[in-house]
């Protein structure tokens, strides 16, 4: 059984960083899709960042690259997302998902991810 276990997340002024990170527990494979997504009550989810274990493919949004960098640790099945100068408008819940994919297109939201880990909130005050 799969399981995510995110950590990090908080609370930071306009400008600074955080660390998200979010462990997997359950896969046997390097070919998963790994993502982070965000939140806002009344909001739909969107996806922040996403890699695939197999050659590290990454996907940003447009509103956070540049920004943001998300990263993989195959042996240890966790990938991170840090955050640096951070904005009012990135304060959500930031949730961790991951899926086994044997294509990187398969990391693209439209696929659906299949595990989820608990949410963890970012705030970021003016």
């Known amino acids: 059984q799969v399981q995510l276990v995110e950590s990090g997340g908080g609370s930071v002024q306009t400008g600074g960083s955080l660390r998200l990170s979010c462990a997997a527990s359950?896969?046997?494979?390097?070919?998963?899709?790994m993502a982070w997504f965000r939140q806002l009550p009344g909001k739909e989810r969107e996806v922040v960042a996403s890699i695939w274990g197999s050659d590290g493919l990454t996907f940003y949004a447009d509103s956070v690259k540049g920004r943001f960098t998300i990263s993989q640790d195959n042996a240890e099945y966790t990938v991170a997302l840090q955050m640096n100068n951070l904005k009012p408008e990135d304060t959500a819940m930031y949730y961790c998902a991951a899926k086994a994919a044997q294509w990187s297109q398969l990391c693209d939201p439209k696929y659906e991810y299949k595990h989820w880990g608990q949410g963890t909130q970012v705030t970021v005050s003016s």
């Open positions: 359950g896969y046997t494979t390097s070919s998963v899709c």
